[in-house]
């Protein structure tokens, strides 16, 4: 199983540091390009990894974005798996009705070329 982030659009995957995998865990650091723009996370699998699938994505410790996918089985349709974690996901609450919505993540607000955390946990794993 690989989890990598990448530009969003034509996916380039962006150099990561410092990478750690854990039991359920994967972190790294990667510098912020030198041009603004979208970034997404992928996990992919070119295997059978197991009959249901959870992943929840954190960056810098706070919740963005979560998949569930429990009834994956053991067919041949799901030996790979390819799933694009593309922004935060945004709680819009009225009186009337409560729903989803995404927010790209960016990196129009950073100091481009400066080093960032990306993890998918709440801490990265001591190397």
Same mark, same amino acid.
């Given at each position: 199983?690989?989890?990598?982030?990448?530009?969003?659009?034509?996916?380039?995957?962006?150099?990561?540091?410092?990478?750690?995998?854990?039991?359920?865990?994967?972190?790294?650091?990667?510098?912020?390009?030198?041009?603004?723009?979208? =970034?997404?996370?992928?996990?992919?699998?070119?295997?059978?990894?197991?009959?249901?699938?959870?992943? =929840?994505?954190?960056?810098?410790?706070?919740?963005?974005?979560?998949?569930?996918?429990?009834?994956?089985?053991?067919?041949?349709?799901?030996?790979?798996?390819?799933?694009? =974690?593309?922004?935060?996901?945004?709680?819009?609450?009225?009186?009337?009705?409560?729903?989803?919505?995404?927010?790209?993540?960016?990196?129009?607000?950073?100091?481009?070329?400066?080093?960032?955390?990306?993890?998918?946990?709440?801490?990265?794993?001591?190397?």
């Amino acid at each position: 199983m690989e989890c990598v982030v990448e530009t969003a659009g034509p996916g380039l995957k962006l150099h990561e540091h410092s990478i750690a995998y854990g039991d359920g865990l994967a972190c790294c650091y990667i510098a912020a390009p030198e041009r603004p723009g979208r =970034f997404q996370i992928r996990i992919k699998s070119d295997a059978f990894i197991a009959s249901g699938v959870a992943v =929840f994505v954190h960056i810098d410790g706070k919740y963005q974005s979560n998949k569930f996918m429990p009834h994956l089985g053991s067919s041949k349709a799901y030996d790979k798996l390819d799933l694009v =974690f593309r922004g935060k996901e945004v709680l819009n609450k009225t009186h009337t009705q409560t729903n989803f919505s995404r927010k790209a993540w960016t990196f129009d607000d950073l100091d481009t070329g400066s080093q960032v955390l990306l993890a998918t946990k709440y801490k990265c794993l001591d190397n």
